[in-house]
């Protein structure tokens, strides 16, 4: 292949309008021409013109519709990941632009999992001293919304009790959460043990959760074991703790928050008589996902203790 001299490929570049990659970076981004268009104060008819535009000098339909989301094609992957760091480059290069050097990731969490998760995961970003910040948000996740997230772009990662399967997303496995029973060390009611007739009698408190497992699996623990409801649910593992070591409640928790802060609210846990049940953690994210993100979960777990 001939190599064109210098003058001559940036002649050919002048066919291309840079507003257009532009433009085309962020509907990668966001996956949505209305969207693109609130960002940039425009109408969507004009995005979607330029887009047209765009589809004609490259001469690939770039998008698939697939329900409210625009999905990349094979040649969109390749164009968006040769020209990002070309666009990158000269942003900072505009007397205007900005001068924060972290690049944000948008983590989702499940509400129970983001003490298993986030903690951890802000420590080894400090550890690596790496040019990322994150920002957490929380929400009750099932495999289609997980799914929408990351399409969307509205999240980098999602952890979360699911494994989703999906040909333009990746799912990894990062531990197996315990749960445990627990109670306050000085709580008169308990020893080290409850029997299956004192937890059918306890005033347990519980998380409050629309994660269909737990629900499934709690429906068997109490339909088997409980005679009464829970005195309490709640989305707040803080409030778990407090009244756990307060009051006779008992509550159930991951092993690892107990372990974290055992000591803190003065809590033991006690043994059953059944086993309690058991979850694993995942991690979901874009194939495409940028390297950064690769070497943050390329050794993370989420360690119970042993």
Do not use: W
């Amino acid at each position: 292949m001939q190599t064109l001299p210098v003058s001559e490929k940036i002649v050919s570049l002048t066919r291309i309008d840079l507003n257009l990659l532009t433009l085309f970076c962020l509907i990668y981004s966001v996956g949505s021409i209305s969207r693109v268009a609130d960002m940039l104060d425009i109408s969507p008819s004009a995005v979607s013109q330029s887009l047209r535009k765009l589809r004609e000098q490259m001469g690939d339909n770039l998008f698939v519709r697939s329900g409210n989301i625009l999905l990349p094609t094979v040649y969109a992957d390749e164009l968006y990941d040769n020209i990002l760091p070309i666009i990158d480059k000269l942003a900072t290069l505009l007397p205007l632009s900005s001068q924060i050097k972290k690049r944000r990731l948008t983590l989702y969490t499940e509400s129970f999992i983001s003490p298993l998760v986030v903690p951890d995961l802000t420590e080894k970003i400090v550890r690596m001293n790496s040019d990322i910040s994150l920002l957490h948000r929380t929400a009750d996740l099932n495999e289609a919304k997980i799914t929408e997230l990351l399409n969307m772009r509205q999240a980098d990662v999602v952890f979360s009790t699911f494994s989703v399967e999906s040909s333009n997303l990746s799912c990894q496995k990062m531990s197996d959460m315990t749960l445990v029973l627990i109670a306050a060390k000085d709580n008169p009611l308990y020893g080290d043990t409850v029997t299956e007739e004192m937890f059918r009698e306890a005033n347990l408190v519980g998380y409050n959760t629309k994660n269909e497992k737990i629900i499934y699996h709690r429906s068997i623990v109490d339909k088997k074991f409980r005679s009464s409801e829970r005195c309490l649910l709640t989305t707040s593992f803080a409030s778990i703790l407090l009244i756990v070591s307060q009051t006779d409640c008992l509550g159930i928790i991951p092993e690892k928050v107990f372990s974290t802060y055992a000591g803190m609210y003065n809590l033991k846990k006690l043994d059953t008589p059944f086993t309690l049940p058991q979850f694993s953690i995942y991690s979901s994210f874009r194939k495409e996902m940028n390297k950064l993100l690769y070497s943050l979960l390329a050794d993370f777990s989420v360690n119970n203790p042993t």
